[in-house]
């Protein structure tokens, strides 16, 4: 989410006002098997909007301030989570299915423990070893040819050092050897959540 909260040139304020004044729509975000910037931008106005894309991913400033707004954020998003049944269900769900050492059986955005103790430093760190050359992937629709398109990566982008770091390995986790329950109480809750199924083939 820092991504978009400010670089070495611009605030997020003013990554902001700019995309709006495109008429662009600029976002970051992670998941549980990637991280992306998201661009969206009118044609006539491409290339201004990719200045800002570049901007952003290249060049975040990740400045003190900014990391603690957000991981309040975080924090406050989490917190409100366990109210939520559907969410609950899904992350105790996850975690008897792969174990607690699994990525899959980790929630995506951390827990109160683990966002709680992230410092710039490791935002920065992690940016460096990973938002490299090597692990990008450029995915592009709309109304731009691929050689106006090659060239405006390549000009903005075709500096971008390509990193060592690869994907992590990680173990399969063992399959269930028989049926179990899990059941987590949640008093007051308005709804149940019912989950049941077990592991798939792994897709590589």
Do not use: C
Not at 37 to 60: E, G, I, K, T, W
């Amino acid at each position: 989410s820092l991504l978009v909260e400010g670089t070495t040139t611009r605030t997020g304020a003013e990554i902001a006002a700019t995309a709006s004044g495109l008429g662009a729509s600029l976002s970051s975000g992670s998941g549980d098997e990637m991280s992306w910037v998201s661009l969206s931008a009118l044609s006539r106005n491409f290339d201004a909007s990719l200045d800002l894309m570049a901007d952003s991913v290249l060049r975040p400033r990740f400045a003190k301030e900014d990391v603690r707004r957000v991981q309040k954020q975080v924090l406050a998003s989490i917190q409100a989570s366990r109210a939520q049944p559907r969410t609950v269900a899904r992350l105790a769900f996850a975690r008897e299915l792969f174990g607690e050492n699994h990525p899959y059986g980790l929630p995506a955005a951390g827990t109160e423990q683990s966002v709680g103790a992230l410092v710039p430093r490791h935002v920065k760190g992690y940016h460096r070893a990973w938002w490299h050359a090597g692990n990008a992937t450029f995915v592009v629709a709309g109304n731009v040819s691929r050689e106006a398109l090659q060239a405006a990566l390549e000009s903005r982008f075709g500096g971008w050092r390509r990193g060592r770091t690869t994907r992590q390995e990680v173990v399969v986790p063992a399959a269930p050897t028989g049926p179990r329950v899990v059941f987590v109480e949640q008093p007051g809750a308005v709804q149940s959540v019912l989950r049941i199924g077990t592991l798939g083939p792994a897709r590589v």
